[in-house]
């Protein structure tokens, strides 16, 4: 049972947008940054987002990020076959002093 | 080209012992944090421990504190986890990461591929 809740999965059509959705509580994305990774299998974790909404270098504006009080969204627009993957948010939990993660979300191009 | 290879995974029996290196290459590794996050098969990522640049400052998530040790040797550009005490809860796929600062933050911007860890008798 991961601290963070997402979606198992989502979908949607070439070209179309999802969004992925993180849940928490006021121990950690209330008060701390969420940051938004893509694992696609057999390959490195990559960072997409960090800081709630800023992109690092490489990655396309494709990808957005926002938070607003303990839940955080991952948007994904004009979908591409290469983004089918897996999706995990993460922050810091003051509570149990550590990084805690998303359970992960399943992103599937129809 | 940076990067960042686990090495050291493999099949132990409970309460066995493993090691884990992470060796980085590319960037200058003693100024940043690094950290190491396992996924067990068929779930999400778990924070399993980070450590300064310095090592001044080492941290565990609950579920290994007591059993896994981390360190880092600068001079190698390498990252260490040991594992001692190991249960079958603790199989997954461990990768380092690396931290965008020298303190330890929540964020990871460089991930290795993983190494394969499997506990079973």
């Known amino acids: 049972q991961s601290v963070l809740t997402q979606p198992p999965s989502v979908s949607a059509a070439p070209g179309q947008e999802v969004t992925v959705s993180c849940s928490g509580t006021s121990s950690n994305i209330g008060n701390n940054l969420v940051s938004w990774y893509q694992i696609v299998p057999g390959a490195a974790p990559k960072l997409l987002i960090y800081d709630n909404n800023k992109r690092p270098s490489g990655i396309p504006d494709r990808f957005s990020g926002s938070k607003s009080g303990t839940s955080a969204t991952l948007g994904i627009t004009g979908l591409q076959t290469g983004d089918e993957a897996d999706y995990y948010c993460g922050t810091w939990d003051s509570s149990l002093t550590g990084v805690v993660f998303g359970g992960g979300t399943k992103v599937t191009v129809l | 080209e940076v990067q960042l290879k686990e090495s050291g995974g493999g099949v132990v029996k409970p309460g066995g012992s493993l090691r884990l290196s992470c060796s980085a290459s590319?960037?200058?590794?003693?100024?940043?944090?690094m950290t190491w996050v396992r996924q067990a098969p068929g779930r999400g990522l778990e924070w399993v421990s980070s450590?300064?640049?310095?090592?001044?400052?080492?941290y565990y998530g609950e579920s290994v504190k007591g059993r896994f040790t981390t360190s880092r040797d600068n001079a190698k550009s390498s990252l260490f986890l040991q594992m001692n005490s190991l249960r079958v809860e603790d199989t997954a796929v461990y990768y380092c990461?690396?931290?965008?600062?020298?303190?330890?933050?929540?964020?990871?911007?460089?991930w290795g591929q993983g190494t394969l860890v499997t506990v079973s008798s």
């Open positions: 990461a690396k931290g965008p600062t020298k303190v330890i933050e929540d964020w990871f911007d460089l």
């Open positions: 590319s960037f200058t590794f003693e100024n940043y944090a």
């Open positions: 450590i300064s640049s310095n090592s001044r400052y080492i």
